[in-house]
């Protein structure tokens, strides 16, 4: 199940949605699938995971569902990205041991009407993905992305698939 052309599902096994938490009111949105955690100022509100936040049950992948492809926080049904919390909206923190996710970072593309979806992802850009190990651990980068670390207790994720031709990236939930 794809909730952006960045980030998807592939097993919901042991799957938790941690109940609606506000995106900030300003600032950039973040990213469908984005690493975040529990904002210890603001009750109630999300904000993007430390660099160093390990696992645990204040943070975790960040879910909207974009009903039919549009939203009450976007202008026009039109309006892109759809692979955005929309800022000052509800969204879910996702987690769960064994639930596999899918990330890829895609390029500028052009649709048939002129618009333009904006390239972007999940993964830093400092991870080559045709370099990328099976069985290497992603963390939260800081700024709403993952980067690659050798696998340890602090990695939210363990890489399971590489397909360096598509820039896809499969993993599974460490917590």
Request: hydrophobic residues 40%.
């Given at each position: 199940?794809?909730?952006s052309?960045?980030?998807?599902m ?8 941690d ?18 955690q529990?904002d210890?100022?603001n ?14 049950p ?5 879910v ?6 549009k939203?009450?926080?976007l202008?026009t ?15 879910q ?27 972007g ?30 696998l340890?207790?602090?990695?939210w ?19």
């Amino acid at each position: 199940m794809a909730y952006s052309r960045n980030f998807g599902m592939r097993s919901f096994e042991n799957v938790v949605r941690d109940g609606r938490f506000r995106a900030p009111r300003t600032g950039t949105p973040f990213k469908i699938g984005a690493p975040v955690q529990l904002d210890a100022d603001n009750p109630g509100f999300l904000e993007p995971a430390a660099a160093a936040a390990a696992p645990g049950p204040n943070v975790g992948l960040a879910v909207y569902e974009h009903i039919q492809n549009k939203s009450d926080a976007l202008s026009t049904a039109y309006d892109p990205p759809y692979d955005s919390v929309p800022l000052g909206q509800y969204a879910q923190m996702m987690h769960g041991p064994g639930a596999k996710v899918w990330f890829k970072n895609t390029t500028d593309k052009t649709l048939y009407d002129g618009r333009v979806q904006v390239a972007g992802g999940l993964l830093a850009d400092s991870v080559d993905v045709s370099t990328l190990a099976i069985g290497a651990g992603l963390v939260p980068d800081g700024a709403g992305k993952f980067r690659a670390v050798g696998l340890d207790e602090n990695a939210w994720l363990v890489v399971e698939q590489v397909n360096p031709s598509a820039g896809r990236v499969e993993a599974r939930l460490t917590f």
